[in-house]
């Protein structure tokens, strides 16, 4: 710490004093006399954390610890054509913290995840939530009072797979965020990649076909458009039209969100149509990941994301295409994962960003002031 002993030892009183950290015992010595060991004490320092998609956002208070303060508090919050969103978005955290009964000066951050473009050094997201000539970071923290960081949900996703999934043994992963479009977040000898200009990862839109429906990107054949649970769910909604038996039922007045979690519950149950339509898709899923093994030859791939719940029902069919496109000696090598963390990914790499730039904080705890 560069600092005398006798200065961190009077520090270390302090905190202890305030109740921000804790004595944890004795470590193991090497000879010497055994160091005592302090964390930080439950409760003392939160964070809020957020993930949004494309149609609704869930928003949840943490602790250092990982612990859930607050229930998950699920919020329907669109971005696509949506210009209030951002006022909504800043509406929905500050009403989550009021009602949690938290006090706001033992929160270090907000860390919020989402789709697009994100430029998480400006803090500006260049395909939703527009901040005009401001950044989405400052137009938060000023009206909340609280330190803002962003990212995308898929790099995200794939912070928290390094952190405390599969990717913190291994080097080389390529983390999918299965959800409403189909995220990448790319780990590179053990670091998340992003990039020239930050955008890496958007697997959404590998073109797989020169036909199929138009993407929300304005191109024909993404795989997002063909693959994404939102295609998934439209389909679905077509075949009970047409008359297919399944158990999944269709209320016009539903989102085709409800239709995508409903038609996942129901795959997993054993309904026919429904694991057809999401075998159909994890087939393409496993053509567009045949040309990431081409390029990156990474040790493992990770389903992550909200279908990690339906995980096992996409690795034959991923693993088919796999045999079809793939070169053997290059896929050989390659495991297929399914994530322990899956949905809950995306907050907890939110709350990972707010500790990752815990440093750039000038003042994180208000309430504990050192002399």
Same mark, same amino acid.
């Not at 045999?323 to 990914?345: H, Q, V, W």
């Given at each position: 710490?560069?600092?005398?002993?006798?200065?961190?030892?009077?520090?270390?009183?302090?905190?202890?004093?305030?109740?921000?950290?804790?004595?944890?015992?004795?470590?193991?010595?090497?000879?010497?006399?055994?160091?005592?060991?302090?964390?930080?004490?439950?409760?003392?320092?939160? =964070?809020?954390? &957020?993930?949004?998609?494309? !149609? $609704?956002?869930? #928003?949840?208070?943490?602790?250092?610890? *990982?612990?859930? @303060?607050?229930?998950?508090?699920?919020?329907?919050?669109?971005?696509?054509?949506?210009?209030?969103?951002?006022?909504?978005?800043?509406?929905?955290?500050?009403?989550?913290?009021?009602?949690?009964?938290?006090?706001?000066?033992?929160?270090?951050?907000?860390?919020?995840?989402?789709?697009?473009?994100?430029?998480?050094?400006?803090?500006?997201?260049?395909?939703?939530?527009?901040?005009?000539?401001?950044?989405?970071?400052?137009?938060?923290?000023?009206?909340?009072?609280?330190?803002?960081?962003?990212?995308?949900?898929?790099?995200?996703?794939?912070?928290?797979?390094?952190?405390?999934?599969?990717?913190?043994? =291994?080097?080389? &992963?390529?983390?999918?965020? !299965? $959800?409403?479009? #189909?995220?990448?977040?790319?780990?590179? *000898?053990?670091? @998340?990649?992003?990039?020239?200009?930050?955008?890496?990862?958007?697997?959404?839109?590998?073109?797989?076909?020169?036909?199929?429906?138009?993407?929300?990107?304005?191109?024909?054949?993404?795989?997002?458009?063909?693959?994404?649970?939102?295609?998934?769910?439209?389909?679905?909604?077509?075949?009970?039209?047409?008359?297919?038996?399944?158990?999944?039922?269709?209320?016009?007045?539903?989102?085709?969100?409800?239709?995508?979690?409903?038609?996942?519950?129901?795959?997993?149950?054993?309904?026919?149509?429904?694991?057809?339509?999401?075998?159909?898709?994890?087939?393409?899923?496993?053509?567009?990941?045949?040309?990431? =093994?081409?390029?990156?030859?990474?040790?493992?791939?990770?389903?992550?994301?909200?279908g990690a719940k339906v995980g096992k029902l996409l690795l034959a069919p991923i693993q088919q295409a796999l045999n079809k496109y793939c070169i053997p000696r290059l896929a050989e090598d390659t495991e297929i994962y399914i994530s322990d963390i899956g949905f809950d990914a995306e907050l907890i790499g939110a709350?990972?960003?707010?500790?990752?730039?815990?440093?750039?904080?000038?003042?994180?705890?208000?309430?504990?002031?050192?002399?």
């Amino acid at each position: 710490m560069s600092k005398s002993i006798p200065l961190v030892a009077r520090l270390l009183s302090q905190l202890v004093d305030k109740g921000l950290l804790i004595e944890k015992g004795y470590a193991a010595s090497s000879g010497g006399r055994k160091p005592l060991l302090y964390g930080v004490a439950p409760g003392q320092i939160n =964070i809020v954390a &957020v993930a949004m998609d494309q !149609l $609704s956002t869930r #928003i949840v208070i943490v602790d250092f610890f *990982n612990n859930y @303060l607050t229930e998950i508090e699920v919020v329907d919050l669109k971005l696509l054509n949506n210009p209030n969103s951002l006022d909504e978005l800043s509406e929905a955290i500050s009403a989550h913290i009021l009602n949690s009964g938290i006090s706001k000066n033992s929160i270090l951050g907000i860390g919020i995840g989402m789709p697009g473009f994100v430029n998480a050094e400006k803090g500006v997201n260049y395909t939703y939530l527009d901040s005009g000539s401001d950044s989405i970071t400052s137009r938060i923290c000023r009206t909340l009072n609280l330190p803002v960081f962003i990212d995308n949900d898929s790099s995200l996703v794939a912070f928290a797979e390094l952190k405390f999934g599969v990717a913190k043994q =291994i080097k080389d &992963v390529m983390v999918i965020n !299965l $959800s409403w479009g #189909i995220g990448l977040g790319m780990i590179i *000898n053990g670091h @998340l990649f992003r990039g020239h200009s930050g955008f890496a990862g958007e697997f959404s839109h590998i073109p797989i076909s020169e036909e199929g429906a138009l993407c929300s990107c304005g191109k024909q054949g993404c795989l997002e458009a063909q693959a994404s649970l939102l295609a998934v769910a439209e389909k679905a909604i077509e075949g009970i039209k047409s008359g297919r038996k399944t158990r999944l039922t269709y209320d016009p007045k539903s989102s085709k969100a409800v239709v995508g979690d409903a038609l996942m519950e129901v795959a997993n149950e054993g309904d026919q149509f429904a694991i057809e339509l999401l075998s159909e898709a994890a087939y393409e899923i496993g053509r567009g990941l045949s040309i990431l =093994i081409h390029i990156i030859n990474p040790r493992a791939i990770v389903l992550s994301g909200r279908g990690a719940k339906v995980g096992k029902l996409l690795l034959a069919p991923i693993q088919q295409a796999l045999n079809k496109y793939c070169i053997p000696r290059l896929a050989e090598d390659t495991e297929i994962y399914i994530s322990d963390i899956g949905f809950d990914a995306e907050l907890i790499g939110a709350a990972i960003l707010v500790m990752e730039n815990a440093e750039k904080i000038e003042e994180p705890i208000s309430a504990y002031t050192l002399t």
